[in-house]
């Protein structure tokens, strides 16, 4: 069932059942982060391997405490400035989280999410959410509530519907090694903001397997549609059967998504997921698709581009 209701959402997390949350960045499969059973119909619902852990979200920075043994300055910094919103902190876990939200690693990851209507819900809730994107395993994250009611609608209690998310791509998430800051997952907040509050961080986002964040698969946010990158749009084949993702370019072609006509990263992020979605429900040959100037938000952007290009 999809609805905007507040306390019903409440209601069934509380009886330990998952409810589809909308975020700034995407939506989230939420369910209670200190229930063991709750957080193993996650993995279930989402056909998730047990080895990939789930990020906690909670409303405010203070109840942080109640899951994490330690907070570096730099993440303090980071937190003051850039919470709530689309980052993710990686910090040593409390005994009070379950090891399988972890993964059994000694890290848990944290966020605080920048959505009106999902801040009011936790802040109602006497426990933090454990959620990963509403989508199943692999395929592209759900930026609407329909996105998850066609893929997950019959198997979770609940969607809260919170409209289109804001940002479009996932959080950022960073890590601390001693006074350094690790970048591990490209996101919806641009590196460049980082660097302007804490300094040069270090990248470790590969686009392939990280063992660090077992999760970050290569071919992941993938559509069932085979992807190409377009490095060249004279090479692209002149057919009806072939779909076209460009920035901003109006190439004329039968079946195309321009990202962005005037440039703009952010609105190109907030359009990437559901563009891949029309495209990919279309049963096409093929998408090409264009990378975009690998700055700001478009290296998060690029980064899910050549994930789902990654067969
Ligand atoms: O924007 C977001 O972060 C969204 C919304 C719903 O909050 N969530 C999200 O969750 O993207 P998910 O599960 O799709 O991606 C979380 C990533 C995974 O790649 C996982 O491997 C990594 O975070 N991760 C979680 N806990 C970790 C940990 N302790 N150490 C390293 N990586 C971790
Ligand atoms: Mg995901």
Known sequence: MTGTDIQQAKAFLEAGELVAIPTETVYGLAGNALDPAAVLSIFRVKNRPAFDPLIVHTNAFERLWEFVREIPEKALVLAEHLTPGPITFLLPKAESVPDLVTSGLDTVAVRIPRHEVSLSLLSQLAFPLAAPSANPFGYISPTTAQHVEQQLGKQIAYILDGGACEVGVESTIVGFEGDQVIVYRKGGTPIERIEQLVGPVEVRAHSSSNPQAPGMLKSHYAPRTPLT????????????RIGVLSFQNDYGRLHQEILSITGDFAEAAHNLFAAMRRLDA????????????????????????????AE
């Open 229 to 240: 990158l377009m490095n060249d749009f004279v090479s692209v084949p002149h057919s009806d």
């Open 282 to 309: 279309l049963g096409l040959d093929r998408i090409y698709a264009e990378l975009v100037p690998e700055r700001d938000l478009g290296t998060a952007i690029n980064d899910r581009i050549r994930r789902a290009a």
